[in-house]
């Protein structure tokens, strides 16, 4: 077993569970996942041990079993079955530099312009990466009109939607 520290940028609903994604301190990408075929966490394993979930730029000492590259998602560690250690908070100014340094400006994401990728297309193609940070330009954030609980964002990148 091991540690990683991890700025978190992401906890999204999964399923029943949770998705989470952040950045390591040398800059590449972090999925805490579980050993099950989604990988999806339960609220639980989220908590941190000063007794809330982990939120976006919470700086947090995640344990890991191993690193379980997946072909569509290459950035996911399997957790240990131990509590996130909540380590501090940062705000926007004070990571600014080193979120501007992994922006991702290539024009394709997950190797298509498109804002979907086929199961296919990932087999003939596997993604270097499944998460990326871009800079999006007048982003319009919505609601899925067909599930209202989920939140979308829409944006330009190259060019493309």
Known sequence: ??????????????????????????????????????????????????????????????????????LHQPENWVVANRPWRFLRTRNLSEVRDFLDSVLTDEPELLGTRTNKVTWAEIRQNPPSSSVALVKAARPVFTRNPHKRSQRRARFKHHGST
């Open 1 to 70: 077993m091991s540690h990683q520290k991890m700025l978190c940028l992401a906890n999204s609903r999964k399923f029943n569970g949770r998705c989470v994604a952040g950045l390591l301190t040398d800059g590449s990408w972090m999925r805490p996942v579980t050993a099950t075929e989604d990988g999806s966490l339960t609220p639980a394993m989220c908590m941190l041990n000063i007794g809330r979930p982990v939120q976006s730029l919470d700086v947090v000492l995640v344990s890991v079993e191993y690193r379980d590259p997946r």
